[in-house]
């Protein structure tokens, strides 16, 4: 699990920095939205137990006044390990289709693995195409 904040720049056809704060910092996250161009929400899918708080971490990054209009990229991450929840159970038990069509920003959905890279390909041409 990711705890504090750590920054990486990304040399896309501009430099693009992110941010990385993980859900324990859910608290502090809304002090960063006001130079966010973007939202990449990172879901562990072989993590069950979590699903409920990521939901609804998820729900309140979505309902962020500063972020209405901010494109956002779920992950659902670790689709190597042999545990993970494939990406219809994730999506059923996160009823995402209702939160899409409820939400105001365009949403894309991939799963990735961290780990093996599947997944990254699409991932930074999400980003290149969204900043």
């Known amino acids: 699990p990711q ?3 750590n920054l990486t720049d990304l040399p896309l056809r501009r430099r693009v920095t ?3 704060l993980g859900g324990c910092m859910g608290p502090i996250w ?3 939205y006001g130079d966010c161009g973007a939202v990449v929400f990172m879901i562990d899918a072989a993590n069950p137990a979590q699903v409920s708080a990521s939901c609804v971490q998820l729900l309140s990054v979505l309902s962020a006044e500063p972020l209405a209009s901010v494109s956002v990229l779920i992950l659902f991450n670790k689709v190597d390990l042999p545990c993970y929840m494939s990406l219809v159970e994730m999506k059923s038990l996160f009823r995402m289709q209702d939160i899409v069509s409820c939400a105001t920003q365009p949403i894309t ?3 990735t693995s961290a780990r093996d890279g599947t997944g990254l390909a ?3 041409q999400w ?3 969204t900043l």
């Open 127 to 129: 980003l290149q195409a």
């Open 30 to 32: 809304p002090s960063y």
């Open 18 to 20: 992110v941010r990385e």
């Open 109 to 111: 959905i991939l799963e």
């Open 3 to 5: 705890v504090g904040t």
């Open 122 to 124: 699409d991932v930074l």
